[in-house]
């Protein structure tokens, strides 16, 4: 702002940051789950505190660095106003349309996304042009109110008494039974599908090599199913409920192509609205984390999306 010399105005938004960002991934955490904060934080900060404060100082839009597009859905044969569409960006490894599947429509209407249309390259490049200062500046990584620590650690700090190491066990297909085969950490700490280390059993000296992944867990019981393959499941499921849906466009039954994580694969299939249900053309053949997100696309245009339950 300085360098632009333009106002630079300041907005407290801890108080919506606390309860709407991490109370949010405590409590999903703690009941098995695996959130997506920075999802939340654009919802409820970036596109929800952000927004309301720039509508009541009059700004005609916001703007912000995400790179995702938006566009105006032609207005249909009806009387009915055009709607704001939003858009992957043009440099697909960076496309961040996945993190704004929640934000409200009537924000979307009123946002402009200068990156979209450029790669970050080109993007450093211009900003060298204009002597912006952070040219150079590295890419922001991990969770933007952590910091350095990981999500691991602040989880250990913030429900360290509800954290307590478990069983880990395994399924031997030869005799059909669970074996236990290790320790683990806690089972608010892993989600589906990620590799994980264990501990000796009492008793033992080591641990029977891995790697090993999470393919289901209890939190009840603090336990762990672990498998040496990360897509092992004895059935695969190619329907997903969501909650907390939002659709940027009304819309009956629709084809789509669904991500269920950011720089994941897509699966084509079918989203029904009226149950809130996407149901794959095949099985995902992999565990998906109840929590994570599943964001619909027509082709480029991103539809809405959902948190899985």
Not at 123 to 134: I, S, Y
Not at 169 to 198: C, M, S
């Amino acid at each position: 702002a300085a360098r632009l010399h333009i106002p630079f105005h300041t907005l407290d938004a801890s108080a919506e940051y606390k309860k709407g960002v991490i109370d949010y991934l405590l409590a999903e955490y703690e009941a098995g789950r695996t959130p997506n904060p920075d999802i939340m934080c654009n919802k409820e900060v970036k596109f929800g505190a952000f927004y309301r404060f720039a509508k009541e100082q009059g700004a005609d839009f916001i703007a912000t660095g995400h790179y995702a597009r938006s566009g105006t859905l032609a207005a249909a044969e009806s009387d009915e106003e055009a709607g704001a569409q939003l858009l992957r960006g043009v440099d697909a490894s960076k496309d961040q349309s996945y993190f704004l599947w929640a934000i409200p429509r009537e924000a979307l209407a009123m946002t402009l996304f200068p990156l979209g249309e450029y790669h970050k390259e080109q993007v450093r490049e211009l900003a060298k042009k204009f002597n912006v200062p952070v040219a150079e500046k590295k890419d922001s990584q991990g969770i933007c109110f952590l910091g350095s620590i990981s999500v691991e650690d602040f989880l250990r700090q913030e429900l360290k008494d509800k954290i307590a190491p478990g069983i880990a066990t395994t399924f031997n297909t030869e005799n059909q039974e669970e074996e236990k085969v290790g320790i683990h950490d806690g089972a608010l700490l892993y989600t589906l599908g990620a590799r994980i280390p264990l501990q000796p059993l009492l008793g033992k000296n080591s641990v029977e090599p891995g790697p090993w992944y999470v393919v289901q867990k209890d939190i009840q019981t603090n336990t762990l199913l672990v498998s040496k393959d990360p897509k092992s499941a004895e059935e695969y499921s190619d329907k997903l409920t969501l909650r907390e849906v939002n659709i940027f466009s009304e819309s009956e039954e629709f084809s789509c192509t669904a991500q269920y994580r950011y720089h994941g694969p897509t699966v084509k299939g079918v989203f029904s609205p009226d149950t809130n249900t996407f149901t794959a053309d095949e099985p995902i053949d992999e565990p998906i984390a109840a929590g994570q997100s599943l964001v619909l696309y027509q082709n480029d245009v991103c539809a809405g999306g959902g948190i899985i339950s």
